[in-house]
Structure formats: structure tokens, C-alpha cells
């Protein structure tokens, strides 16, 4: 099978469509389907959540690192042919202990076909970077909401149904996979397989770099209070539960519309660090909302925050990664971006729990604004620090970035 010289962006875009919807049939089920038909405790159910993103994170960590160095092709193919055996035995063993097994495979696949993707997407033209981060982004969301909306309809028919649409999926993935992502790996990583093994970082790219990836973890820590206790407090307060799952429709609705928008305007947005505050000072504001709503409408207006704010910082942040990383290593970071959103998505549901059963669900959400204002002025603080001396690698020609890499091998900080 012939080679391409680079994947062309409409593929990844689709790519990372059908992986998230695969992937959004099964988290909303996880829960009603594991205690209500399986007859496990919420605690059982708990764990197993938690096993899968653990699994999650360990996937995006090791993927990224082996991203670098190895055939990107047959590392995609084989998250994807993972994800689909998973699926298929999930068609025939959905009980008891083989759901959750199985459940925490295809969380391993998951998170390593999105560091995949991120890292692919880091390793286009440099002047689609952002465009491309922004559309995937896009696509993402699309998934989950065309994944969501089916999940209820086919759920009801039987899970040998629901798996059988899944494994159909991923096997038609694996098929446009085979002809669409087969390109020379030097042209997607930058480098020969057997170079850049040990890449460091210059010293202020390294105190940028971490200063992110600790942010995402505690945005994705506390952005998780709205998808795992936010329904009960409505309730609690005497609202539908319908009127919890309208909110996510309004989120994937401006999702889709603010980063359309995004998308249109390109590299017209100059500062992409400003983009980044800006979305983390919304997310911070939503929480503000939340500690003095107490009807309908002031969620609604919470929840507009909150997207407004996602939908900004969140393809902003794997776009700023990449373009302090170094072209050999673009696997290893967009990884770690992975790997510290998803970790705190484990542990979010947790976190939240305690701080409801020792204080209460306003103590909560002001801990979350508070906190985020905290992490946006830290990140502030040192953007403006070390940006004056930080490496774009962006702005340079991929010969120049190699090269730059290795002369500057002993005046780095190892990350």
C-alpha cells in the first residue's frame, strides 16, 4: 500500500468523530446499565469508571512517548483495532465481571487514539495547527452529541445491538485507517524513529509547559463537579431531572456554534494565551453563577459561561503545547495533555464529594471559583515571565527545529 507524504486534515477530523462517538455510547450507559441491570453498587460502579480512566491516562502517557519514537500508522491501527476486539466481546460478554474488563480496555483505547490524533494534529503544516486543534476539537463534541443522542434509542433495543454498532464503527474506521493514515513516519514526526529519544526542553518553555499541564488537571478536576454532581444539587432543588440534560444540549449547541466561529476566524485571534484566559476566567465566572442560582434560568445562564469558557480554552491548550514542544517530541506533550485532563476527570467526582459531605454544594462551587482564579493569575504570572524567552517552534523550519535540538541538548531542562 502506496504511502502519503502527510494525512490530509478532513481525515483526522473524521477520525476523531467516529472514535467519539464509539467511545459516547458507552460512558452513558456505564452507570444505569452496571447498577440497574448488573446490580452493582454506585461504589462498584464508582471504581470501575475509575479504573477506566486510569487506564485512560496510562494510555495517553505511554502512546505519546512511543508516538516519537515509533510507526505512527501502526500504533493508530492498533488503538484502533483494540477498541473494535473490545467492542466485538462486548457483543457477547456484557455481564458480570466482563463489562467492567472490558470497559477499562476500551479505555486504554480511547486515550490512546486521542493522543494519536492530538499528536498527528501537532505534526501538520505549522500554519493549519490551529485550525486543524479547533476543527478536531469540533468534531470531538459532534461525536459525543450524535453518540449521546443514539446511545438512548438503541439502548432500549439490546446491548448485542448497541455493540454490534459500535464494533461496525471501529471496523469501518480501521477501514478508512488502512488507506487514509498510511504515511512516512519521518514526515509525521519530524525525525528519523531512532532520534530524539531523550528531547529536553528549554528552560522556560519546561516552567509554561507544566504550568498547563497542572491547570488542566485542576480545570478538568473541577469542571467534573458539573457532570457528576450538578444533577443531584438540581434535583435536590426540585427541578426535573430533563432539565439537567437540557443544559448539555445548550452546551453542545454553543459548542458547536462558538467554535464554528473559531474555525472561521483562523489565525485572526494573534495571542493565543489570551484565548486561554479568557476561557479559563469563564469557566471560573460559571461557578460564581452556581453559588447564588436558584432557579432555571440562572443554570441556563451558568451553564452559557461555562461552554463559552470551554469552548475557548480548550482547543487553545494542545495549540500552545505544540507550539512549545519540539517537533520530536510532539507525541510525548499532546500525550500528557491527554494524560492530565484525564486524570483529573477520575478524580473530579471524588473531590466533589468530599467537599458536599463535609461543607455543602455552595462551599464547592466557590472553592472552584476561587481556585481558578488562583490557577489563571499563576498562569498569567508566568506566561509573562517566560514567554520573552521561550522557543515557538512554530515559527521555524522543521531542519531548523532538529537542529535547534540538538545544540541546545545540554543548556535544557529535562521535562
Known amino acids: ?246 443544559l448539555w444540549t445548550i452546551n453542545a449547541g454553543l459548542l458547536v456554534l462558538i467554535q464554528s466561529i473559531l474555525s472561521l476566524l483562523g489565525d485572526r485571534i494573534k495571542n493565543l494565551y489570551y484565548q486561554f484566559f479568557f476561557g479559563m476566567l469563564f469557566v471560573g465566572l460559571s461557578f460564581l453563577s452556581l453559588v447564588i442560582a436558584h432557579d432555571y434560568p440562572h443554570f441556563i445562564f451558568a451553564m452559557v459561561l461555562l461552554t463559552i469558557g470551554e469552548a475557548t480554552w480548550s482547543p487553545a491548550m494542545p495549540t500552545l503545547v505544540s507550539q512549545l514542544s519540539p517537533i520530536s517530541a510532539k507525541g510525548r506533550y499532546q500525550g500528557l495533555v491527554q494524560a492530565f485532563c484525564a486524570l483529573g476527570r477520575s478524580l473530579g467526582p471524588l473531590f466533589g464529594g468530599v467537599i458536599i459531605d463535609n461543607w455543602s454544594y455552595k462551599a464547592l462551587f466557590l472553592l472552584a471559583f476561587v481556585v481558578l482564579l488562583i490557577v489563571l493569575a499563576v498562569n498569567v504570572g508566568v506566561v509573562h515571565l517566560n514567554h520573552p524567552r521561550a522557543v515557538n517552534y512554530m515559527k521555524t523550519d522543521l531542519k531548523t527545529n532538529v537542529s535547534r535540538e540538538t545544540k541546545q541538548s545540554e543548556k535544557m531542562v529535562s521535562s
Open 1 to 246: 500500500m502506496a504511502q502519503k507524504q502527510l494525512i490530509k486534515t478532513p481525515w483526522l477530523i473524521a477520525g476523531q468523530f467516529m472514535n467519539n462517538i464509539g467511545m459516547s455510547f458507552i460512558w452513558p450507559l456505564t452507570t444505569i446499565y452496571m447498577h440497574n441491570v448488573l446490580g452493582k453498587s454506585l461504589t462498584e460502579t464508582g471504581v470501575v469508571l475509575m479504573l477506566n480512566s486510569v487506564a485512560n491516562v496510562l494510555a495517553s502517557t505511554i502512546g505519546g512517548r512511543i508516538f516519537d519514537r515509533g510507526n505512527p500508522y501502526h500504533l493508530l491501527l492498533m488503538g484502533i483495532g483494540l477498541n473494535g476486539l473490545a467492542n466485538f466481546a462486548l457483543i457477547f460478554f456484557h455481564g458480570w465481571p466482563w463489562y467492567p474488563l472490558l470497559l477499562v480496555v476500551t479505555g486504554f483505547a480511547s486515550g490512546w487514539l486521542n493522543t494519536m490524533f492530538n499528536a498527528l494534529a501537532a505534526s501538520v503544516p505549522r500554519d493549519k495547527v490551529r485550525r486543524t486543534f479547533t476543527l478536531m476539537y469540533l468534531a470531538a463534541n459532534l461525536g459525543v452529541v450524535f453518540g449521546t443522542m443514539l446511545v438512548g434509542i438503541v439502548y432500549s433495543m439490546g446491548m448485542q445491538l448497541l455493540f454490534s454498532l459500535t464494533t461496525s464503527l471501529f471496523v469501518i474506521f480501521l477501514i478508512i485507517a488502512l488507506f487514509e493514515y498510511n504515511v512516512d513516519s519521518s514526515n509525521v514526526t519530524g525525525v528519523d524513529p531512532r532520534q530524539g529519544q531523550n528531547v529536553q526542553l528549554p528552560r522556560a518553555n519546561f516552567h509554561i509547559v507544566w504550568t498547563f499541564f497542572i491547570s488542566l488537571f485542576i480545570i478538568w478536576l473541577l469542571y467534573e463537579q458539573w457532570v457528576s454532581n450538578l444533577s443531584v444539587y438540581m434535583t435536590n432543588l426540585g427541578m426535573p431531572l430533563r432539565n439537567y440534560s437540557f
